[in-house]
């Protein structure tokens, strides 16, 4: 028997290992957009501040200061900030003031990654216990987007 997103529980903390797999149908404290139309109109209506929180690598420790290095990219929906990993279960303190100091006061916040991906489950349930009062979380994620004809823009993530 396979499991699907109907039977995935919401754990009661975060998830810190197999972040690809199938995720609940809901995130407490926070309303569920499941399609790409949806999020256009709801874009279009609220303006809302959208974060998407897939994972990147970070520069690494052992280079030098004079050694280049590129920031990865990313394709994904217009408009977004790309907070690399705040969606892991267990993040630095800079990583949670980065999220805490761009969540919104006044206007509503819509999380994503990819689908069946537990970073934007994680990162949800992060902005709400920071505080945030208007969270969304959009579980197609940018493959969703861009598979319903949406364009992308690239992107390199914000750094602490």
Request: hydrophobic share 40%; proline share 11%.
């Amino acid at each position: 028997m396979s499991i699907n997103a109907e039977t995935v529980p919401e754990p009661a903390d975060y998830r810190n290992s197999q972040y690809r797999a199938p995720v609940p149908e809901t995130l407490k404290g926070a309303q569920v957009i499941n399609t790409p139309e949806v999020l256009k109109s709801f874009i279009a209506q609220r303006n809302p501040l959208l974060i998407d929180v897939y994972p990147a690598p970070n520069r690494p420790d052992t280079l030098t200061k004079d050694t280049l290095w590129i920031e990865p990219k990313r394709d994904t929906i217009p408009a977004s900030l790309w907070l690399a990993n705040v969606g892991h279960g267990i993040v630095p303190d800079s990583l949670i003031a980065l999220l805490k100091n761009s969540l919104p006061a006044d206007r509503p916040v819509v999380i994503f990654c990819e689908p069946s991906c537990w970073h934007s489950w994680n990162a949800g349930k992060r902005a709400i216990e920071l505080g945030a009062e208007d969270v969304y979380w959009y579980r197609a994620g940018v493959r969703g987007w861009q598979d319903a004809g949406y364009e992308l823009e690239t992107h390199t993530p914000v750094r602490p």
